[in-house]
């Protein structure tokens, strides 16, 4: 895994991302370059500087896993943050996270398998939702391969028409993936309790800060960029104020007790009690 703030055009990462192909290969390796690239793969097609980019990141066997734009103004939107991978059929899920606003631009992730089973058991356990899923496992894709593996195809080669030779296959294919990846519901996860200083409005405000956020990012125009900063600013400065209130009115409760005085000063610093040794 490479990440890098330069300039993916540079000499230098032609001259790694070859010599890993050439010195190593990388028929069994999964290779990760990612990082702000400073090249807008929205321009693919219309820019010669960014057609020659990815048909040359091709040419060495990785392919882009972000296809929305990372960077978005009232004025642009851009797809300057690369996630390149030679290992696509490891993918579980990739995309952009527009929830954090901590950045001008949007946070991209990408999650790859690496052990079947020990990832579907994290995917479970992290992404549960009330939103049926599809059981994807080692058992479940080796069922899938079998039945493929098994599965007549010669009913396409009947048909005459090529239209219907293609709806033909995908309808049997889709069947059988169907078959082997059910739908299974999974109960949602419970919130983590909302901190003591944030007040039902406060937290009602935030949520509504949220919604803004989204709306410009969805939207992008100078209106709902200011709507947004407003609403982010008013929140900021009545949360750090809840926030040191808060703290302010439990030490002088706990003025006289040096005990309580230290646990939320080793909570506060994420200090843990270490275990004694037997």
């Known amino acids: ?21 050439a010195e190593y290969g990388h028929k069994n390796k999964v290779i990760i370059f990612m990082g702000d690239g400073n090249i807008d793969l929205v321009d693919y097609g219309s820019s010669d500087h960014c057609t020659g980019f990815i048909d040359k990141m091709t040419e060495h066997g990785f392919a882009q896993l972000i296809s929305r734009p990372t960077r978005i103004t009232d004025h ?25 606003d901590m950045s001008d631009h949007l946070a991209t992730f990408a999650c790859l398998l690496t052990d079947h089973n020990k990832v579907a058991k994290k995917l479970n356990s992290e992404f549960s939702s009330n939103t049926p899923n599809r059981v994807i496992n080692g058992d479940t894709i080796d069922n899938f391969k079998s039945k493929i593996e098994l599965m007549d195809w010669n009913f396409v080669l009947d048909l005459e028409d090529a239209d219907e030779k293609l ?20 109960k949602r996860q419970k919130r983590s309790e909302t901190k003591p200083w944030i007040f039902e409005w406060l937290e009602c405000a935030c949520h509504r800060k949220n919604l803004l956020y989204h709306k410009f990012i969805k939207f992008p125009s100078p209106e709902n960029k200011s709507k947004y900063i407003k609403m982010k600013k008013f929140c900021e400065k009545h949360v750090k104020r809840s926030k040191d209130e808060y703290y302010t009115k439990y030490f002088e409760r706990y003025y006289t007790n040096s005990k309580k005085q230290w646990q939320m000063i080793n909570q506060l610093l994420n200090r843990s009690k270490k275990k004694k040794k037997k």
């Open 167 to 186: 709806t033909a296959f995908l309808k049997k294919y889709e069947d059988l993936y169907k078959e082997c990846f059910p739908l299974k519901s999974k």
């Open 76 to 100: 642009s939107a851009t797809l300057i943050d690369h996630i390149f991978t030679n290992a696509c059929h490891n993918v579980t899920r990739s995309g952009v996270i527009s929830d954090s």
């Open 1 to 21: 895994m490479a990440c890098t703030l330069e300039p993916f055009e540079n000499p230098w990462f032609f001259h790694l991302s070859s010599g890993i192909n």
